[in-house]
């Protein structure tokens, strides 16, 4: 088991910046894969960047490209998502969520943190 809790949310406004923070406990051994997740109101969940937790590859949204990096610490097992140049549209509630398996399945949710962007 494999259990994550996310910060770093909160209210900004447009341009402004924010880092989330994912921190992973239990199981952390044989991570395939993190990733960033994100709900706007009224929308359907869609990720927003992934990484391998071996290599650092990534992936991002075309939504993000150039705005929002992921990254992450191996020794901490932490995952991060700076997120610059903050658009309205951007207001959703960030998840984190982990690939044990590798099936490209993410096993393993967080609760999730609020983000606001205002004008």
């Known amino acids: 088991q494999v259990e994550l809790v996310e910060s770093g949310g909160g209210l900004v406004h447009t341009g402004g910046s924010l880092r989330l923070s994912c921190a992973a406990s239990?199981?952390?051994?044989?991570?395939?894969?993190m990733g960033w997740f994100r709900q706007p109101p009224g929308k359907e969940r869609e990720i927003v960047a992934a990484i391998s937790w071996s290599s650092g590859s990534t992936y991002y949204a075309d939504s993000v490209k150039g705005r929002f990096t992921i990254s992450r610490d191996n020794a901490k097992n932490t995952l991060y998502l700076q997120m610059n140049s903050l658009k309205l549209a951007d207001t959703a509630v960030y998840y984190c969520a982990a690939d044990q398996s590798g099936s490209s399945v993410y096993e393993y949710w967080g609760q999730g943190t609020q983000v606001t962007v205002s004008s």
């Open positions: 239990g199981r952390t051994n044989n991570m395939y894969a």
